[in-house]
């Protein structure tokens, strides 16, 4: 089982469109959630971190359940621009900082 | 901002040769660093974590003879591909873990081509 699971998709939606994006993973100890946005060929970059008691961000909206083991993305009114891969990250390994990456959601936002 | 850069951005060299790439982060220190692969539609994997004035730590699989790396100071780490091979074609990232952070910030990436 992977540690970070995420569905790859694709999510192809309308402008305007709200998207939710899940996360699992299976390692009880780990620390710190993020999720990072990668545009094709290019580096990922960090959209935000995610707080047990949820953290919003503009359109952006984030989730952690503890107990499910379990993260979400949510974005409103989606843009052409919010097409990317969305990566969930989990850090585990304490001070070291090391970060586990899902395989990435990719989301195509159509107009 | 936390800006990471990397350099070269792009390399294209022969089967056998080296390639050392430069990551540094421009406007924070970086005790530690890291650096991932990602092979076309796979996630990053990381290769190895890098610390200042220490020896790096490899991830499983990855060869610390193959894979050199330097961290020499609190904004510089250089990985260098020894006797490179067609299959070490592969898109290099690095980043930087701020200082009393767990968040980390990418450079823009090094695609090294093995002809």
């Known amino acids: 089982r992977k540690e970070v699971e995420q569905d790859p998709g694709p999510f192809n939606v309308p402008e305007g469109a709200t998207v939710a994006f899940n996360c699992t993973y299976s390692?009880?100890?780990?620390?710190?959630f993020f999720w990072y946005r990668q545009d094709c060929r290019k580096e990922p970059k960090l959209l935000m971190s995610v707080y047990s008691s949820g953290n919003e961000d503009g359109r952006f909206t984030a989730q952690l359940n503890r107990a499910s083991q379990y993260i979400s993305l949510l974005i409103r009114d989606s843009k052409l621009s919010d097409s990317a891969t969305y990566l969930c990250?989990?850090?585990?390994?304490?001070?070291?900082?090391?970060?586990?990456f899902g395989q990435g959601t990719t989301l195509q936002v159509k107009p | 901002g936390a800006v990471v850069s990397q350099h070269p951005s792009r390399v294209i060299c022969k089967s056998g040769t080296s390639v050392k790439i430069e990551c540094r982060s421009l406007d924070f220190q970086a005790t530690t660093m890291f650096w991932y692969r990602q092979f076309p539609k796979q996630s990053l994997m990381l290769m190895a974590t890098s610390n200042e004035g220490s020896k790096a730590t490899y991830e499983q699989g990855v060869e610390k003879d193959k894979f050199l790396i330097n961290h020499a100071s609190l904004t510089l780490s250089t990985l260098t591909v020894t006797s490179a091979h067609p299959e070490d074609s592969s898109f290099y990232i690095c980043s930087a873990r701020r200082d009393n952070s767990y968040e980390q910030y990418f450079g823009p990436g090094t695609r090294l081509t093995v002809t």
């Open positions: 390692n009880s100890a780990s620390q710190s």
């Open positions: 990250v989990v850090n585990t390994a304490g001070n070291t900082g090391k970060l586990i």
